[in-house]
């Protein structure tokens, strides 16, 4: 079967008082040209739809068209919530989503069957996949007294309680002759930071790569901006996020990852890059004379030396 597999889109994000809804536009109608190049049977957003819990109106219609899109190309589409995310905002969405062929997970649900979804490929594959949203470390805690496995001990960690809870939801990743994915918002010790991830919900709640079954053939991650894959027993992998989301990330180069599996052989992973987006440069130099600047095609920021006086700020922020 084929992968496609994306995440933190970060709809709506302001970036120094500018829109960038143009950009997320042209992002993701490419991201849709590649699903219809590319013809995968799953389709995975690894959570961050939004930038914002509260994400206005034009938000939820650009991202609820692009899912819509997305499963238009004859995909199944699975997307869960991020810790951007307002997670009961999205499972509010479900009926929506159901309607149209999507599947949504936005929050930890009582009963673990909900996040074990299953398919058939056209050619008649098997495949099944874990959808785990962001979990915080308070509700990790509530999600395993929920699911009735032993009691919680007050100084266990955070990758403790992810580690059981992977463990109860991946229980029938034994079984022959089935692609066994897991997709979720977290962040895994060994991954590097894009730059513009929130760091205090990035380090606290890294957990190590061993809580994902040997069993699994894919792990579809979201969380940290950069395209990465990490070692450990099973591929997984990253996105990274299909633009340059802040400054911190003028480095990176935008994709969206392609995936081929089988039950019986290794994943077979590709990137394919992503080119709409505006790039993100920095410029450094005093504001009598500011270092060359980039292309009209980039977004910039400033750096200027110089003693202060008022009104500094406004010729860099106008440039």
């Known amino acids: 079967m084929k992968l496609l597999h994306t995440s933190d889109w970060h709809v709506g994000k302001v970036l120094k008082g500018h829109s960038r809804r143009e950009e997320h536009i042209a992002v993701l109608a490419q991201l849709v040209e590649i699903a219809r190049a590319e013809r995968p049977d799953l389709v995975i957003v690894a959570g961050d739809l939004y930038d914002s819990a509260a994400p206005h109106p034009n938000a939820t219609k650009l991202v609820t068209r692009a899912l819509s899109a997305l499963r238009a190309t004859g995909a199944a589409v699975v997307a869960i919530g991020g810790n951007h995310d307002n997670g009961p905002a999205l499972d509010a969405l479900r009926p929506w989503a159901e309607a149209a062929g999507i599947t949504l997970r936005g929050t930890v649900r009582e009963n673990p069957d909900e996040h074990v979804i299953e398919g058939v490929t ?3 594959e098997r495949w099944r996949l874990v959808a785990l949203p962001f979990v915080s470390q308070r509700f990790a805690v509530r999600a395993i007294e929920m699911y009735e496995l032993t009691a919680a001990e007050a100084t ?3 990758a403790d309680h992810m580690a059981r809870l992977l463990a109860r939801l991946t ?5 022959p002759d089935v692609i066994n994915l897991i997709t979720a918002h977290l962040t895994v010790v060994g991954g590097r930071t894009g730059g513009g991830e929130r760091e205090a919900q990035v380090f606290p709640y890294a957990v190590p790569a061993s809580v994902f079954p040997t069993s699994a053939h894919y792990v579809a991650l979201g969380h940290l901006h950069r395209a990465q894959t990490v070692p450990g027993p ?3 992998r990253y996105s990274g996020s299909p633009l340059a989301v802040d400054f911190g990330e003028e480095d990176n180069a935008p994709s969206v990852t392609v995936v081929e ?5 290794a994943a077979q992973v590709r990137e394919i890059p992503i080119t709409a987006a505006t790039p993100l440069r920095t410029v450094r130099g005093t504001l009598d004379g500011p270092a060359a600047l980039p292309g009209p095609h980039a977004w910039r920021g400033g750096f200027g030396g110089g003693a202060p006086r008022a009104g500094r700020a406004e010729p860099v922020q106008r440039r």
Do not use: K
């Open 156 to 158: 266990q960690t955070y």
């Open 122 to 124: 056209a050619a008649g």
């Open 261 to 265: 599996l089988a039950p019986t052989r």
């Open 234 to 236: 099973c591929p997984i």
């Open 171 to 175: 229980e029938r990743f034994d079984e």
